[in-house]
């Protein structure tokens, strides 16, 4: 086990490098730094002691040479617009972001695991084709689309909701629905296939014959049995609401990850995009690992193996 982890972190950290490349130099084709933050007259001198100060004045491979040679000292140099360490400006937001996506992710599973699981109880009937209905909807309809109406009938129509902030549990709503919408529907339709395979297995077939209720055998004993590919998924889509939280920052103003990244990109502070970046990546791997450990949890042949 220790060793396909080592193997899982090394690809992974071989991964993030690659990610960090594309970035460093797409980041620079959005343009100088110096025309957002000198005047408009501001003198080709000015222009070019800007650049020395921050280092833009060198060639574009020695610049590159010089961020991955302070990326392994996990220095990512200075921001731009926030005048303190890029560093500091994407830890600081992401933990509002990992408590969005870890409270998405824990009501995505106490909806979507019964719903999956009513469902494949009883195959082709209304209940399952009521709930069949409901998570392809969610699983269709675009993040982007679903906030803004969102603010625009609970919001401004109905003012039932705030549009933007964290002052109140009622600032919650609409971001965390906003992130978990996708991933109940997709892990309510993993839930439900994974369960049909189990429920329909041998031994489930004999202990229903010995007189054990659907109910508990669904539960106590073939849910475990199906956890692995909703695991899988359910990690995935984790990952995934780390990137839902850029679209939730942009709508609803939430003080996070996605809020720096945006913030960054609008003020061409490549320091910190580098760094949102790769705090981001980090926190991916480890949710990636986190997974492999749940696989061994829930299956002891892959711990054995």
């Known amino acids: 086990m220790l060793k396909f982890l080592s193997v899982r972190l090394t690809t992974s950290l071989v991964a993030l490098l690659g990610v960090m490349v594309i970035v460093f130099f797409l980041a620079r084709l959005t343009g100088s730094p110096a ?3 000198l005047p408009v ?4 001198e000015m222009v070019e002691a800007f650049n020395r100060q921050n280092g833009f004045d060198q060639p574009l491979l020695v610049q590159f040479g010089n961020f991955v040679g302070d990326a ?21 937001a992401m933990p509002q972001t990992v408590l969005l996506a870890f409270v998405a992710m824990s009501l995505t599973l106490l909806v979507a695991i019964p719903l999956g699981t009513f469902a494949a109880l009883k195959p082709n009937s209304p209940r399952d084709s009521a709930i069949t209905m409901f998570s392809l909807f969610t699983a269709s309809i675009p993040d982007f689309w679903f906030a803004l109406v969102c603010v625009l009938v609970f919001s ?14 009622l600032s919650w709503v609409l971001p965390v629905a906003t992130v978990m919408l996708h991933p109940v529907g997709v892990i309510t339709q993993v839930v439900r296939g994974a369960m049909l395979d189990t429920l329909n297995a041998g031994y489930v077939q004999n202990a229903r014959a010995r ?3 659907w109910r508990r055998l669904a539960f106590r004993h073939a849910l475990r049995n199906a956890a692995l590919p909703i695991i899988t998924v359910a990690g ?20 996070g990850i996605g809020q720096v990244l945006v913030d960054a990109v609008y003020n061409r502070d490549f320091a910190v995009i580098q760094a949102g970046v790769f705090v981001v990546g980090i926190a991916i791997i480890l949710l990636n690992i986190l997974v492999d450990l749940i696989y061994a949890a829930a299956d002891p042949r892959i711990r054995i193996s």
């Open 35 to 37: 025309a957002l933050y």
């Open 41 to 44: 007259d501001a003198t080709d």
């Open 72 to 92: 392994l000292r996990f220095d990512f140099g200075q921001s731009l617009a926030q005048q303190r360490p890029a560093a500091v400006a994407a830890l600081s």
């Open 156 to 169: 401004v129509n109905l003012g039932l909701l705030p549009t933007s902030g964290q002052a109140s549990l």
């Open 211 to 213: 007189g054990y209720s």
């Open 236 to 255: 995935d889509r984790a990952g995934g609401m780390v990137n839902g939280a850029v679209i939730v920052s942009a709508v609803f103003a939430w003080p």
